[in-house]
């Protein structure tokens, strides 16, 4: 990107204008693209979610609007925009206009150090990794506020569960990253998927059996802090109408609504990225040529879309926790096996670095 | 520390179980019939819109009379045997489909018929029906929505 942009901006009329002018422009340009791309995206998400729901109901879904109801979505929105936007008359107004955009912010934020392929990246940073584990947890304060504004008593009960339960898959989250993060030697993205090119053992989740839970460990927290079924007690539809969300309607709703799926995406992505190889086809093939790196940003796709659908596929199997339990799940059994994963992996770089040779180069990693 | 783990390998087990059902599940034919351009099988006894055979009727009266709600309104033109039928207007917004009508025609000309679908977009339409104008259907081998079944003799079963 950077190469690009420094490309760009010494060409034609551009190398006339302040170098700040160009970049800060480019930036924006990078900006928009990944909010256009990610908003299509979660929309067609959500179509993809009433599909396969429809399917394993053994219903069909919706499939009236455009091809196969691929253009459910832009009706939905349609619909949506056209509702009455409602502030209750005792809630706190600042407050209430706020948080949906700190919500869809902490949702957004992240992509911009997604890797969707060789150089496909808006910012390559070095600490990658950790920004997007930071950003998403901006989408706490978020629906604190969402909760706490509404003035209603569903809504900051709903909050209320959200926040416990964030904060606490906040750990078993990053203790499992942490793991990626000692076999990488690093926490940007790119390079991480750069050693997990070549055949399909390289893949982060397939080298050995601590990582290998891993990654499990790693989705199960995803899911929950995604408020995703089996963990959607913040917005138990059967009790507490909507959660934290139950007072917004209209646009301020369908924000909530697009950050929710494009927050489901940047977890399917950064798993795809930290344990299943992110562009790497499962055999050695070189993707970084301009035009090859476009096959790797199909590729990252495609393994998206099949940890989307686990995702939508364990949303439509499991029933959903009781509180306590979710709080159990948390801290008794993600939290240690975590740890132990940790403390496993630790020793395995250790006994890689005592074996040498090409199977000690895959036990450590890199 | 045994019953922990036996819990934590319960918990995968289980869920590892719902999964492979839902996974059968999803490929499983749809159930869902797509209305307007699929319809499913209704009996040739179906109580739908009135079928009705206009040269059978004998002007009898006996099917107004027999109707709970008297939404049948008939006119004549003429007396005896030269009477000819001018209305026959059925109000749907009273019928209820009883088929109470049909059982005492001594020459079976009015026939409960298979159209169930009555929404209009209108809300005059389809209100009163006046077969003698031809706004209702009359029956006949083509119209039967199951010519395979034939007339059936008494068709207010």
């Known amino acids: 990107m950077q190469q690009w942009l420094d490309q760009i901006a010494s060409s034609g009329f551009l190398a006339e204008l302040p170098r700040g002018l160009v970049y800060t422009l480019g930036a924006l340009l990078a900006c928009k693209l990944i909010l256009l791309f990610v908003s299509l995206l979660a929309g067609e998400v959500v179509w993809l979610e009433r599909r396969v729901a429809g399917r394993m109901q053994a219903r069909i879904g919706p499939n009236r609007v455009g091809p196969q109801g691929l253009l459910q979505f832009l009706a939905d929105g349609v619909k949506l925009l056209a509702k009455e936007d409602i502030i209750p008359a005792e809630a706190d107004r600042p407050t209430f206009l706020v948080a949906p955009i700190i919500v869809f912010m902490g949702a957004f934020a992240a992509f911009a150090v997604m890797p969707f392929g060789y150089g496909l990246v808006a910012a390559d940073m070095n600490v990658g990794l950790f920004l997007v584990l930071a950003m998403t947890s901006i989408e706490v304060p978020g629906v604190i506020m969402a909760g706490w504004a509404s003035n209603s008593k569903w809504a900051i009960l709903g909050s209320m569960r959200e926040v416990a339960q964030m904060v606490s898959y906040e750990m078993p989250l990053g203790i499992s990253a942490l793991v990626i993060a000692l076999l990488a030697g690093t926490l940007n993205l790119s390079d991480i998927v750069a050693q997990q090119e070549g055949w399909v053992w390289n893949w982060y989740a397939l080298r050995g059996p601590f990582a290998f839970v891993a990654f499990f460990l790693f989705f199960t927290a995803a899911l929950a802090s995604l408020k995703r079924a089996p963990f959607d007690l913040p917005e138990a539809e059967s009790e507490l109408v909507a959660g934290f969300h139950t007072e917004y309607t209209g646009f301020r709703f369908a924000v909530f609504f697009l950050a929710e799926y494009s927050a489901m995406i940047l977890f399917s992505l950064v798993t795809v990225v930290l344990f299943l190889g992110g562009w790497s086809p499962g055999f050695p093939l070189d993707l970084t040529g301009p035009a090859a790196r476009w096959i790797g940003f199909a590729i990252v796709m495609a393994k998206t879309f099949a940890l989307l659908f686990v995702m939508i596929w364990v949303r439509w199997s499991l029933p959903r926790y009781r509180i306590d339990k979710v709080m159990y799940l948390c801290y008794k059994v993600l939290l240690p096996f975590s740890v132990a994963c940790v403390v496993g992996v630790a020793l395995q770089i250790l006994l890689g670095h005592a074996l040498g040779g090409a199977f000690g180069q895959w036990l450590m990693g890199r | ?157």
């Not at chain 2, 819990?7 to 999964?19: D, I």
């Open chain 2, 1 to 157: 520390m045994k019953t922990y783990l036996e819990k934590v390998w319960s918990g995968v087990r289980t869920t590892a179980k719902g999964m492979a059902l839902t996974w059968r599940h999803f490929f499983t034919k749809p159930v869902t019939v797509q209305y307007p351009e699929e319809k499913t099988y209704f009996s040739p006894y179906e109580r739908g819109l009135h079928e009705f055979e206009p040269d059978k009727c004998i002007i009898c009266y006996l099917c107004a009379k027999a109707c709970p709600v008297d939404c049948i309104k008939i006119e004549e033109e003429g007396a005896g045997k030269t009477a000819r039928l001018t209305t026959y207007e059925i109000d749907y917004s009273k019928c209820l489909f009883c088929a109470l009508c049909i059982d005492p025609c001594p020459v079976d000309c009015i026939h409960m018929g298979q159209q169930y679908d009555l929404s209009t977009y209108e809300r005059g339409d389809q209100v009163k029906i006046d077969f003698m104008k031809g706004e209702g259907p009359w029956r006949t081998k083509q119209t039967s929505a199951h010519p395979e079944a034939g007339l059936p003799e008494d068709s207010g079963v």
